[in-house]
């Protein structure tokens, strides 16, 4: 192409016929052009939106519907500062979304804007499967353990607990679950979901460590979603979750109107302020998503239960591998009595899990708890100097490679893979008593 | 800390032979086995990670999903089913697979899916 066609080369016109919707915005986010696909998918006019800045409105669920389209085609921040990036936005006023891809243009000093290339996603068709007799029994089994039973053990923590479970289970909106890790969130979780109308679609636990964010985020708004039909969303760890994603669940959240969109269980292990604080989670998001919060006592505190919790993780280790153990000795069950259970329920299944793979009789005795239960004290609390420790295994390999080479300095350098001057040095800090 | 261990159930082995070369270059201990019963009883192991492959006991190997879940909540599951089904990938997820990879989504990305689960586990 030469110089004059160059010059001529109208990429308005250009990108007028192109068949996706493609708007580009300035620095400071407004639109300067967007083509004809773009004005048919939104319904809006270039002429009276050109100049608007397109800026994601916080909070905001009652919108005009042009000023929500605006939103939907704000670039996220790390577009502004230069990074091309795909972003999955709600359509407004559909339950159709859009992928725009954010492409931002840098001039030699500072950003000259901002490129946006929208796909739509297509509705996908509403789930059409059932399942064999065989598989739903055995889904009937399962679901069948996740129940609230009130016990006469049970602490008034607990039973508030249970009580804000079924009041969960009735009312159908997000939960925040607070408890520390291993109390038993995710179990509780299903409990609700069994309660709830959602009981005759699938739970998933999705952790947001676990699972690659794209894949993850295809599972939650992508064509996997509807055809998942998934009744209730578990998520650990919110506060990984990619920021785009927290904003997507805000906003699904927010709106309401898609009842397909599975409910949303969220887990904190810790306070969720400070991971607000960190930057971490989204307060949008974490507001969405906390319409109720139900807190999880540690183990510690619910120490009455105890004799419950080991009966079904002997049970649940009895699946694993056949054993004899059918109880716990009055010596050994004082001793987890008396332990702080800083693991909670999740240390307490291993503990009893290994007793009895190790008990040689029908109950678990003291002999066949850890040692550190046994000594009362944590694991974590015994010091470790690692230089210390290094150092007397240094000590030992130099007085076994003298033994071997029998003294000779040389051979027993090179047994060591070390230079003979380091050696020497080493026998001299030693006191030479190797020799 | 633990060695990283993975366990893969699956007829076909499509799962330990896709993660051979990463289990190899990550010094990663991969073991496998075609049976429910060994799948069960290596599970007190406590690998890192399960992979159980669906394939003609839908009902044992789902089962044994459930039991993974149970038993070793620290392990992460990886449910791999041939067929697009939802139904089957929703009871994968019901029963606690921590990730339940279903067509369309191709069967390839199993190892970015483990390289993402254990990136913190091992170097």
Request: aromatic share 6%.
């Amino acid at each position: 192409m030469n110089d004059s066609n160059t010059d001529s080369f109208r990429w308005q016109a250009f990108f007028q016929h192109a068949g996706q919707p493609v708007f580009l915005l300035n620095r400071r986010r407004q639109i300067l052009f967007a083509n004809r696909a773009w004005e048919t998918c939104t319904g809006l006019k270039l002429a009276e939106v050109r100049g608007s800045a397109c800026r994601r409105r916080a909070g905001s669920t009652k919108l005009e519907r042009a000023e929500a389209i605006l939103a939907a085609c704000a670039p996220p921040i790390e577009a502004v500062h230069g990074q091309t990036r795909q972003s999955r936005r709600r359509v407004p006023g559909s339950l159709d979304w859009w992928e725009i891809q954010f492409i931002p243009l840098a001039g030699p000093e500072h950003l000259l804007g901002i490129l946006g290339i929208i796909r739509v996603l297509p509705a996908p068709t509403a789930p059409t499967f059932s399942l064999p007799p065989k598989l739903n029994t055995l889904r009937d089994r399962l679901v069948s353990r996740y129940r609230l039973i009130d016990t006469a053990e049970c602490t008034p923590a607990v039973a508030r607990m249970h009580a804000q479970a079924r009041l969960a289970a009735d009312m159908d909106v997000p939960i925040s679950i607070v408890g520390e890790t291993g109390t038993g969130k995710e179990w509780l979780a299903r409990a609700i979901h069994q309660l709830g109308e959602r009981r005759h679609h699938a739970f998933a636990c999705f952790d947001a460590d676990k699972i690659p964010a794209e894949l993850l985020g295809d599972v939650l708004f992508g064509s996997r979603s509807r055809q998942l039909a998934l009744g209730t969303v578990y998520l650990r760890s919110p506060g990984s979750l990619p920021r785009e994603i927290q904003e997507q669940l805000a906003e699904a959240l927010r709106a309401k109107e898609n009842a397909e969109f599975p409910r949303v269980i969220v887990g904190h292990d810790h306070e969720p302020r400070a991971e607000i604080q960190a930057g971490r989670l989204l307060v949008e998001f974490h507001f969405a998503a906390s319409a109720l919060t139900i807190e999880v006592p540690p183990l510690r505190e619910r120490l009455d239960e105890l004799d419950r919790f080991i009966e079904i993780f002997i049970q649940n280790a009895g699946e694993l591998q056949p054993h004899a153990a059918a109880g716990v000795a009055k010596e050994a069950l004082n001793t987890l009595r008396g332990y702080p259970w800083p693991g909670n329920l999740r240390e307490l299944q291993q503990v009893v899990s290994g007793a009895c793979q190790r008990a040689q009789t029908d109950r678990i005795e003291l002999a066949d708890l850890p040692f550190y239960l046994k000594q009362g004290k944590l694991p974590a609390e015994r010091r470790l100097p690692l230089d210390t420790l290094l150092e007397q295994v240094e000590r030992r390999l130099i007085a076994l490679a003298m033994r071997l080479t029998q003294d000779n300095h040389t051979r027993a350098a090179e047994l060591l893979e070390i230079w003979r001057p380091r050696l020497l040095r080493r026998l001299e800090k030693f006191g030479g008593n190797q020799q | 800390m633990q060695q990283t261990q993975i366990l893969t159930y699956g007829l076909t082995g499509i799962a330990s032979e896709r993660l051979r070369e990463l289990a190899t270059a990550r010094r990663i201990w991969l073991r496998e086995t075609n049976q429910t019963a060994a799948c069960q009883n290596l599970l007190q192991s406590a690998p890192t990670l399960l992979i159980v492959q669906l394939g003609r006991d839908l009902e044992r190997e789902l089962a044994l999903v459930g039991i993974a879940h149970d038993c070793v909540p620290r392990a992460a599951i990886v449910v791999i089913g041939e067929t697009d089904s939802a139904g089957l990938a929703g009871l994968a997820w019901e029963f606690g697979a921590t990730y339940a990879l279903f067509p369309p989504t191709p069967v390839e990305r199993l190892n970015e899916i483990v390289n993402f689960m254990l990136r913190e586990r091992t170097p």
